[in-house]
């Protein structure tokens, strides 16, 4: 199985901050990557797919980036909504598909 | 508006099967561009795939619940569904229903519409 390894697991940040959360891949996955945000009691949200590409309708403020190994996403200029937690998920292997852990987003 | 709606029973008992359905509303699941996937979040923990059908028939599945995983299709009610026999209490979790985009001649890539997710417990 390929490894996803979010850090950190909780972020502490205040509204108008720029964040960056960070996925490993325990091998090469090129840029078949994809994030995700989810609110308490939701389903699964997709914001990025293709390391980078924004998914319709997602606020520019969410960026996507990285290759190989190493990704990250990043919220620029934090709004009350984005609070939540955020999943990257590898579709490189489909044996199986995996996901992340998970980073917490939290209100400082 | 595409929607993906899960139903089941929320309790099952151990060593019994889970048996959920999807039904897929504004959309046909009669398309070459998507397979149709289970992912599954225990209370307070991540995500965790369990496996994607086709329209055809075609299915993935997840190597560490392939023994216990069937997923199969209906097309003509737009539904698909899981079953997960010999359930036991770390089978508890809310099981989301999504579709699976898939470029042509590739294995599925991400998920890009969910349903709202069901809870199901396993309990005596």
Redo the contacts between chains.
Sequence with gaps: DIQMTQSPSTLSASVGDRVTIACRASQSISSWMAWYQQKPGKAPKLLIYKASSLESGVPSRFSGSGSGTEFTLTIYSLQPDDFATYYCQQYYSYSPYTFGQGTKLEIK | QLQLQELGPGLVKPSETLSLTCTVSGGSINSSSYYWGWIRQPPGK????IGDIYYSGST?Y???LRSRVTISVDTSKNQFSLKLSSVTAADTAVY?C?RH?VAHGY??????Y????TLVTVSS
């Design positions: 991540g995500l965790e795939w993935y997840n190597p560490s989301y999504a985009f294995t599925p890539y991400y998920f890009d969910w349903g709202q997710g």
